[in-house]
């Protein structure tokens, strides 16, 4: 009913930026809250930023507070993320989720709030 497709994963430098798209299709853009979570080998996914159907609302997880970016463009239905500063510990699977529903007083945190998702995007971090 959805699809999302994730782009821009890679190799990144220690203290350089990263840089991720999530393409959607299949639903109205607009009427999706998304969200970006990351897993690392041996942990659960985690949290990482998350943005209502509008873009008034974001939320962040501590670890990426003041480092990251969420974003949208409705007109385009792409999510992005950026994270500036990487560290090791942000490598990652990062996977780019959609739920339907147009909130103004919430993001949805948790992987099971989430309907939707994509097959994820490597991001590795190193020197």
């Known amino acids: 009913q959805v699809q999302l497709v994730e782009s821009g994963g890679g190799l990144v430098q220690v203290r350089g930026s990263l840089s991720l798209s999530c393409a959607a299709a299949g639903r109205t853009f607009s009427h999706l809250g998304m969200g970006w979570f990351r897993q690392a080998p041996g942990k659960e996914r985690e949290f990482v930023a998350g943005i209502n159907w509008n873009g008034k609302i974001t939320a962040y997880a501590a670890s990426a507070k003041g480092r990251a970016a969420i974003s949208r463009d409705n007109n385009k239905s792409t999510l992005y993320l950026r994270m500036d500063s990487v560290k090791h510990e942000d490598t990652a699977i990062y996977f780019c989720?959609?739920?339907?529903?147009?909130?103004?007083?919430?993001?949805?945190?948790?992987?099971?709030?989430?309907?939707?998702w994509g097959q994820g995007t490597q991001v590795t971090v190193s020197s």
């Open positions: 989720a959609a739920v339907p529903g147009l909130w103004n007083d919430r993001i949805n945190r948790r992987p099971e709030e989430y309907d939707y």
